[in-house]
């Protein structure tokens, strides 16, 4: 089996017309949902083994603030590829990955598409209701577990939408 994890960074200031894009910093509820999303993952089980990060200042920082709940030990591969990066770029990162579980924190839509490209047809009730949240919208610091039933991610179809956790879900 194969997990996969799609981060949406959490808030970022706003970003000024002067001002690099990349160097946007998170908000005090950025950083408050962050770490909170970080609690989540460490008594929910899905603490991933390997993490690939977009480089921008506001992802990075998502990430520091997660791990710093999971205890801190793993490590990050930041990638410029990622930011910004479409459904397929992701997915075409992803399907070279070594580790059962991935967790990709980025951005806006690409995150969003890849998650509800990625989600099989809904089996049950609850499955489907994840779904639907996940489409209605998908907010700053949003989580998707996906889980496929896969031996290699290069294998990657459909997987099951296990969880779809937004921070006000954690409130």
């Not at 994890?5 to 894009?21: E, Q, V």
């Not at 770490?35 to 990430?63: D, H, N």
């Not at 996940?134 to 700053?140: A, D, E, H, Q």
């Amino acid at each position: 089996m194969k997990r996969l994890l799609l981060l949406r960074h959490a808030k970022a200031s706003p970003n000024g017309k002067d001002s690099d894009d990349r160097a946007r910093e998170l908000t005090a509820r950025g950083r408050s949902n962050a770490a909170a999303m970080g609690a989540f993952l460490q008594r929910s089980g899905y603490a991933p083994e390997l993490v690939l990060c977009s480089s921008a200042k506001r992802t990075v920082e998502t990430w520091r603030l997660v791990a710093a709940e999971l205890g801190g030990s793993l490590q990050a591969e930041f990638l410029d590829q990622l930011y910004l990066a479409p459904s397929k770029k992701i997915q075409g990162i992803v399907r070279n990955a070594a580790a059962a579980s991935v967790l990709v924190v980025g951005h806006n839509p690409g995150i969003e598409e890849c998650a509800a490209g990625l989600a099989r047809k809904p089996a049950n009730k609850d499955e489907a209701a994840r779904l639907e949240r996940l489409k209605v919208k998908y907010p700053t610091c949003a989580l998707t577990v996906l889980e496929f039933d896969a031996e290699r991610w290069g294998d990657l179809g459909a997987g099951a939408l296990a969880a779809f956790v937004r921070p006000r879900d954690l409130e």
